[in-house]
């Protein structure tokens, strides 16, 4: 299983299918064709292509200003966009009214109208599609229950905390049976422990349901704990899709690398590439990584080995660099040794040590080998010549 | 320490205003209570009679005119005004807000009587209406609109307007446009979306607005006078009457104190009627 390289120049666009097989695909999920957003002279979103299969847990992560909001304004309807198709269960949105588009939104700051209570809250989009009073009644009771607020539908907006909030939010946004449930930011407002508390909830709410859900966030240990799939954005592009562990483990640009994750870069060169493998020299010794993420390059060309703290060891014997221990990091579970290295990027790395005996096993200033595997590595042509 | 050491010398203007204000408004409410010596610009004893003389049907009338043209007016106003300042608050062409801004809100620095001696030109028997109508033969004879009802109340609707707009702005501006957008994901078209969740989250700025229109047409003087022409009496107008043609102060005094006090009274239900609103707003 590869992660899939979203690139304009390389278009994953369904040209190539059969109509008929290109109507199939679109009948469930969410489909986004080459989507753009311009603010005027500034492009938010770039030629965005994106399939998120029926019922999958999705999730835009980058930093603010990315174009994950853009984009998920633009699904919803807010935005109009200014080039491409998006399709919802095979209907395509970008000819259908917001009012008519069978989505439903949870807003960062959960938008729940002061001016009516939990329960009309909750039944709001059913008396707009006209549903009759008890069903509306039976429908708002099990949407309340499934978000644990039973008994709660005459109280006001006001009346609520934050987490209790967010599960009306929830619960108004799926009593409309929605195509596809989207999500902005919706934990940021939340102290950590709730935060916690509400994404096993959401994420067992959202399969229970089995409803295709797209959630925006910067977070990006939120990203990892709770998405199917994570699509990684970062100047109105989407760099990388993939599964959390395709996108921490085989990150395919440094951007991703950094962004998700701690990350600790040691300069290089490259030797040599044969086939699928490439030999990088650093500083003590050469170790052969993937060639994948170095397509293009000249042996001979500077490249950044990006490995992640918890995939370097303290070796016993010869290791890939040394170094002096500078200061321990106590987390609980883990210690993060932060190692002076002359040879890595920023003159540190950290070594995540499982456990708390690191601080008297390697008191500071012992010089240490460090060692990882190779298959842990990934190499990136490096931006700094 | 003294933390604001120019502190009294910055309030000493505002402190003299008010009790000067505060005097002339005592005065007025002593002179309400004196009888009233024909042929003499001093008042007699202490006496409720100026009270009892407003229960006489010829001025109960003007005080129910009074109230039925403040409460058109601001009716009226509220009308023309929401659909200003919605396109106001909503609008991101610079250009069009700046028209806005403009037309509903530069009224306000022209004056009174400069404003009311344009509905004069525009209501008059040989004024813009009416040659119009003449013009393209629709009409023989002018409309009468001057010295109306009709012509007192469009001409305080349009002084009245920048205050409404200004209120009804503000009021708007602080709701978040995610409401509209979460009724909007929920089904409801942009009609729907505005009854039922932008219009009720802007009562309060409503009631404010239409309270304040009240009470700012209540003391309104020059439109009433120079349209009314006499014809159409309203409390101010009345007071100027009885204090500048008579000069029975003492019963103008008495006016004055009870139109203040209805206005105060206006002014207090409205306060209520917001109160279950407010809360609406905080979240």
């Known amino acids: ?385 | 320490m003294n933390k604001r050491p120019f502190l009294a010398l910055f309030v000493a203007p505002a402190t003299l205003a008010a009790i000067a204000s505060a005097a002339a408004l005592a005065a007025i409410l002593q002179y309400a209570f004196r009888a009233y010596v024909p042929g003499s610009l001093n008042p007699g004893g202490l006496t409720l009679d100026n009270f009892f003389a407003l229960l006489r049907p010829l001025y109960a009338q003007v005080f129910i005119q009074t109230v039925w043209i403040c409460l058109l007016t601001a009716l009226i106003t509220l009308v023309v005004a929401y659909p200003l300042a919605y396109a106001l608050v909503r609008t991101r062409n610079v250009t069009l807000k700046s028209f806005l801004l403009i037309t509903a809100v530069t009224p306000l620095f022209l004056g009174e009587v400069v404003r009311t001696y344009s509905w004069i030109i525009v209501l008059g028997n040989t004024g813009f209406i009416n040659s119009v109508l003449k013009g393209l033969g629709l009409i023989d004879r002018p409309i009468q609109m001057m010295f109306t009802t009709f012509g007192v109340v469009t001409a305080l609707v349009h002084v009245t307007l920048p205050v409404m707009v200004i209120m009804l702005s503000a009021a708007l501006s602080h709701i978040d446009r995610d409401y509209e957008k979460a009724a909007t994901s929920l089904g409801a078209g942009p009609v729907k979306a505005f009854l039922t969740v932008t219009l009720p989250l802007s009562m309060p700025g409503v009631v404010a607005g239409v309270s304040t229109a009240f009470a700012w047409t209540f003391s309104a003087f020059a439109t009433p006078q120079m349209i009314g022409g006499g014809k159409v009496s309203m409390i101010s107008t009345l007071v100027y009457q009885l204090g500048f043609a008579s000069f029975n102060f003492p019963f103008a005094a008495a006016l004055s104190v009870t139109g203040l006090a209805l206005t105060f009274a206006v002014l207090a239900m409205a306060k209520q009627a917001i109160k279950p609103l407010e809360k609406i707003g905080a979240h």
């Open chain 1, 1 to 385: 299983m590869s992660a899939e390289r979203i690139d304009p120049r390389e278009p994953v666009s369904p040209a190539v299918s059969a109509p008929a097989a290109d109507a199939a695909a679109r009948v469930a999920g969410v489909q986004i064709d080459g989507v753009t957003k311009r603010f005027g002279d500034a492009t938010a979103l770039h030629e965005a292509w994106l399939k998120i299969a029926d019922g999958e847990f999705m999730t835009l992560l980058g930093p603010s200003g990315c174009g994950k909001t853009t984009l998920l304004n633009l699904i919803a309807g807010f935005l109009e966009a200014d080039g491409g198709e998006i399709f919802v269960g095979g209907r395509l949105m970008t000819e259908t009214a917001p009012y008519d588009r069978e989505i439903g939104v949870v807003f960062q700051n959960y938008a729940l109208f002061p001016h009516m209570n939990v329960a009309k809250n909750v039944g709001y989009g059913l008396r707009m599609r006209g549903v009759g009073k008890r069903e509306i009644d039976t429908r708002v009771a099990e949407a309340l229950a499934l978000v644990k607020l039973d008994g709660f539908g005459e109280r006001k907006p006001r009346q609520l905390s934050g987490g209790q909030q967010q599960r009306v939010a929830l619960a108004r946004a799926l009593v409309i049976r929605p195509k596809v449930l989207l999500l902005d930011e919706p934990f940021s407002a939340l102290d950590k422990n709730l935060r916690g508390a509400m994404q096993v909830e959401l994420k067992e709410i959202q399969r229970r349901l089995g409803v295709t859900t797209i959630f925006v966030t910067h977070d990006q240990s939120e990203a990892l704990s709770m998405s199917d799939r994570i699509a990684v954005m970062s100047q109105g592009r989407i760099r990388q899709v993939g599964t959390p562990d395709e996108i921490y483990r085989r990150p395919l640009d440094p951007f991703v690398a950094s962004f998700v994750g701690d990350v600790n870069v040691l300069p290089g060169r490259l030797e040599r590439r044969i086939g699928e493998t490439a030999t990088v020299l650093i500083a003590e010794g050469r170790l052969s990584v993937s060639a994948d993420t170095l397509e293009g390059i000249a042996p001979g060309a500077a490249v950044d080995l990006f490995v992640r703290p918890d995939a370097v060891r303290i070796a016993e014997g010869e290791g890939l660099v040394s170094g002096t221990v500078a200061t321990h990091v106590y987390q609980g579970s883990h210690v993060d040794v932060l190692v002076d290295v002359a040879a890595a990027r920023g003159g540190r790395v950290t070594v995540r040590v499982p456990g708390h005996g690191a601080s008297t096993r390697w008191p500071v200033g012992t010089r240490v080998s460090l060692d990882f595997s190779p298959a842990d590595a990934v190499a990136f042509a490096s931006d700094v010549s």
